[in-house]
């Protein structure tokens, strides 16, 4: 699988910014997709996840009620709706795709990694 991630850009803080991750090949629905984020100095860390068919979903406290991730299996899309975002979310995402949901916040559960977009929140 490989993935690749776009959307990322300059926002003002408290505006927001949709992320999205084309996947390639035929089996992206077999995928727990999942974000995650790293800053710079900093160590890369979980964002939010959702499993194969989309009905769970899970997010990094940090994040909850601002950030959404959804997925399109027809599309081979994973997306991140990131609303009221604050300076400290500033970071390089990157879309991840493993084939287990459980333990999703670690990154080691992730067999596939995109590039990564950069995001940026000026305050």
């Known amino acids: 699988v490989q993935l690749q991630a776009c959307g990322g850009g300059l926002v003002q803080a408290g505006g927001s910014l949709r992320l999205s991750c084309a996947a390639s090949g035929r089996t992206f629905s077999s995928y727990a997709m999942g974000w995650f984020r790293q800053a710079p100095g900093k160590e890369r860390e979980f964002a939010a996840a959702i499993n194969w068919t989309g009905g769970s979903t899970a997010y990094a406290d940090s994040v909850k009620g601002r950030f959404t991730i959804s997925r399109d299996n027809a599309k081979n899309t994973v997306s991140l709706q990131m609303n009221n975002l604050k300076p400290e979310d500033t970071a390089v995402y990157l879309c991840?795709?493993?084939?287990?949901?459980?333990?999703?916040?670690?990154?080691?559960?992730?067999?596939?990694w995109g590039q990564g977009t950069q995001v940026t929140v000026s305050s």
């Open positions: 991840a795709a493993g084939t287990a949901y459980y333990d999703y916040a670690k990154a080691y559960r992730y067999n596939y």
